[in-house]
Nanobody, 126 residues
Framework: QVQLVESGGGSVQAGGSLRLSCVASGYFDSINFMGWFRQAPGKGREGVASIYTHSDNTYYIDSVKGRFTVSQDRSKATLYLEMDSLKQEDTAMYYC???????????????????WGQGTQVTVSS
């Protein structure tokens, strides 16, 4: 089992930037995909970005392409999400997730991941 702890959330004005971090502990070598999800009040959990940990292949939803960057530092067992040009609609609780499976075509689905962090809040104001 892998434990995940997110940090880096906060409040920022529209157009600003934030960097989220997710530190993994446990059997990290078993992880194949790590991803970031978000959930706004009254909405379902949405896959934002993911990375195949063995090759750095990255995946994004259309609404964040060009603004968000997912990356990893395997030596620190840490996943990052650099968020630039933030918009009010990016406001949500952001979760880190990890899986030992290979969800090539379903990286965006919460059901593809079995390990989750507790979440970090991101609030973007006008």
């Amino acid at each position: 089992q892998v434990q995940l702890v997110e940090s880096g959330g906060g409040s920022v004005q529209a157009g600003g930037s934030l960097r989220l971090s997710c530190v993994a502990s446990g059997y990290f070598d078993s992880i194949n995909f790590m991803g970031w999800f978000r959930q706004a009040p009254g909405k379902g959990r949405e896959g934002v970005a993911s990375i195949y940990t063995h090759s750095d292949n990255t995946y994004y939803i259309d609404s964040v392409k060009g603004r968000f960057t997912v990356s990893q530092d395997r030596s620190k067992a840490t996943l990052y999400l650099e968020m630039d040009s933030l918009k009010q609609e990016d406001t949500a609780m952001y979760y880190c997730a990890a899986t030992s499976s290979l969800p090539w075509n379903r990286w965006y689905s919460e059901y593809s991941y079995e390990n989750w962090g507790q979440g970090t809040q991101v609030t973007v104001s006008s």
